[in-house]
């Protein structure tokens, strides 16, 4: 992992071009990777924001990206992650533009594909392997499109690696070839040796012995032209990682001791460490206590200290900060930093200028846009509620028709038959009562058909939850819906009076929303054993139908009265409350 990520901050940014002693766009670009090489995150940051402030009112879209890149990475470093993410999500809104995409030259394809490799990279160290993969199938298809067979070789192999954390084998393996193959094409052995070492890996994720063993070859015959000590060490602890995952305890030892004898690795305490505390292991596998209890000790020691390092690193940054706080202080004294700072100001204020007219041009555009969109929305919308409609009455006609038969052909022909008794009274006299019943079910069964679909498949108390719930998010004012007891059966109720008090709720409910100009209803069904109580209120002040003396009042009155019922209306100060107590049949 670390080998990994220090191979990624050497390609993060193209190599810049100086020119003479000004502090050009480029030096200073050059000068922030320099110091973030060197792990002076915070000074790094202070020249990347400098040469953003000339980046930017030349509208330099390539060094933005890349700059809110790279100050991505610094803060990220740093461990202000907020600030990380809005540099880069300042750098993927450009590098997501149409006009980006259309007119990217060598240097755009460049910093796009550095871009998504360092989103790919953050998000492997968040462990969101998902969102990794994402990005590093971006960089992918930007490194594909560059230029530059060179930084082509390196961005694969480390958009490789991260396919190999995520666990994607078989992309991992194609872009470690393609890596492999480039570097090799252009004699660059040490990036031909990560690309190796790291398909070593992959191919043992795959168990494939037979592959292992190939590129153990193909890293062996190009091991000796690679003088690179990052290289080596890498490729050396892969294999390592390789043979201790399959006990090959001996082999890891001796690949720890290459290792320890790179040159150059004595300048890498976490390296050192690392070796000593995974020999330590092996030893003790191999039933090597002294030698193990050697390597243990030598990683206890050059972990304390590495503390002690990291401290005495800490104090000297402070002293540093200090030191150039104090600079600071003494230059803005001058009268040639008070001249500057004007000009900085003036400079500002072209810059916020500017990007105001932008983000006008823009939010116009993006107005229009939406308005296109509404637009498009409508007629679709149009079309389809006239194809619904055109059904529905289809049906409705189906259904007037299907009804006008039942009764023409069933109650009509019996009531004419009862007619035909009536006249006939000695004949008839024995069949009138079954004739009676047989048109009472026909009649109600023409009722129970008008009723609401809903009513087939759902209680009182489904049917209205559902109503104030499509109601509430069409007229977006709040309506609540309360049943009690939590536990009734409510498929008790009969269906004419669950109709009738459906057909008051839905009465009173839309008076409220339309000309009372409540804000709060709230409607409750409670069930006793002796009643069952509709309760209806409102905060509304502008007077409703609830309270009127209008049909709607009327009506519901007549359907409180047909349930069995009693319809009460009570205006007050908050407001109205409707209320219906119908007792039910022991």
């Not at 400098?50 to 990220?76: H, Q, W």
């Not at 023409?408 to 019943?437: F, I, W």
């Not at 108390?461 to 998010?473: G, K, P, Q």
């Not at 069930?527 to 049909?551: A, F, K, V, W, Y």
């Amino acid at each position: 992992m670390k080998t990994s990520r220090l191979l990624l901050i050497a390609i993060m940014l193209t190599a810049a071009v100086t020119a003479g002693y000004a502090e050009t766009l480029d030096n200073l670009r050059q000068k922030a990777e320099q110091l973030h090489a060197e792990g002076k995150n915070d000074s790094a940051l202070l020249v990347a924001e400098k040469a953003l402030e000339i980046a930017v009112p030349d509208n330099d879209t390539t060094a933005i990206i890349g700059l809110n890149s790279s100050m991505g990475v610094y803060l990220r470093t740093l461990g202000r992650l907020d600030e990380a993410l809005k540099h880069y999500n300042t750098a993927m809104r450009l590098c997501t533009t149409d006009a980006f995409k259309r007119n990217a030259d060598e240097e755009a394809r460049q910093e796009a594909a550095t871009l998504y490799l360092n989103m790919a990279t953050l998000h492997v160290d968040m462990q969101h392997k998902d969102d990794a993969l994402y990005y590093a199938k971006l960089a992918a298809d930007w490194a594909m499109k560059c230029a530059d067979k060179e930084l082509k070789a390196q961005l694969l192999a480390q958009d490789g690696l991260i396919f190999l954390m995520c666990g994607d084998n078989r992309e991992a393996a194609r872009q470690l070839t393609t890596s492999y193959e480039l570097a090799m094409q252009l004699k660059l052995y040490p990036a031909a040796l990560n690309a190796g070492a790291y398909m070593i890996a992959v191919a043992d994720r795959l168990n494939d012995a037979t592959a292992v063993g190939q590129w153990r070859d193909r890293c062996s015959r190009i091991e000796g032209k690679v003088t690179d000590t990052m290289a080596l060490i890498a490729y050396y602890q892969i294999q390592c990682s390789v043979a201790m995952k399959h006990e090959n305890w001996q082999e890891s030892i001796a690949l720890f001791n290459k290792i320890l004898s790179t040159e150059g690795v004595d300048a890498m305490p976490f390296v050192v460490y690392d070796c000593y505390n995974n020999m330590h292991e092996a030893w003790a596998k191999l039933g090597e206590w002294r030698k193990a209890y050697e390597c243990m000790g030598k990683a206890v020691a050059l972990k304390d200290s590495l503390f002690e390092k990291d401290k005495a690193e800490s104090l000297r940054e402070l002293t540093v900060k200090y030191q150039t706080k104090e600079k600071e202080l003494a230059l803005a004294r001058s009268e040639t930093e008070l001249s500057r700072t004007r000009m900085y100001i003036a400079i500002g204020a072209l810059v916020v200028l500017v990007c105001a007219v932008l983000v006008s041009l823009y939010v116009q555009r993006q107005r229009r846009r939406i308005r296109e969109r509404e637009a498009e929305f409508a007629r679709l919308k149009a079309d389809t509620d006239r194809r619904l409609t055109r059904r529905y009455l289809e049906g409705l006609e189906s259904e007037r028709e299907r009804l006008a038969k039942e009764l023409h052909d069933g109650v009509c022909n019996n009531l004419y038959t009862l007619q035909v008794m009536a006249d006939n009274k000695a004949s008839g006299a024995t069949e009138l009562p079954e004739r009676l019943n047989e048109i009472r079910e026909q009649v109600r069964r023409v009722s129970h058909e008008l009723m609401p679909p809903e009513f087939k498949y759902a209680d009182i108390c489904m049917v209205i939850y559902d109503y104030v719930a499509s109601t509430a998010e069409a007229s977006a004012r709040r309506i609540t819906f309360t049943a009690i007891p939590d536990d009734a059966d409510w498929s008790t109720v009969p269906d004419a009076t669950a109709l009738e008090l459906y057909r008051i709720t839905q009465e009173a409910v839309g008076n409220a929303v339309k000309h009372s100009g409540a804000t709060d209803i709230g409607v409750e069904l409670n069930m006793t054993q002796d009643t069952l109580t509709l309760t209806i209120t409102d905060n509304g002040s502008q007077g409703s139908q609830q309270g009127g003396s209008g049909i709607g009042r009327r009506t519901m009155k007549q359907r409180a009265e047909a349930a069995g019922g009693k319809l009460t209306v009570n205006r007050h100060a908050g407001g109205t409350t409707l209320n219906v107590v119908v007792h039910r049949k022991a």
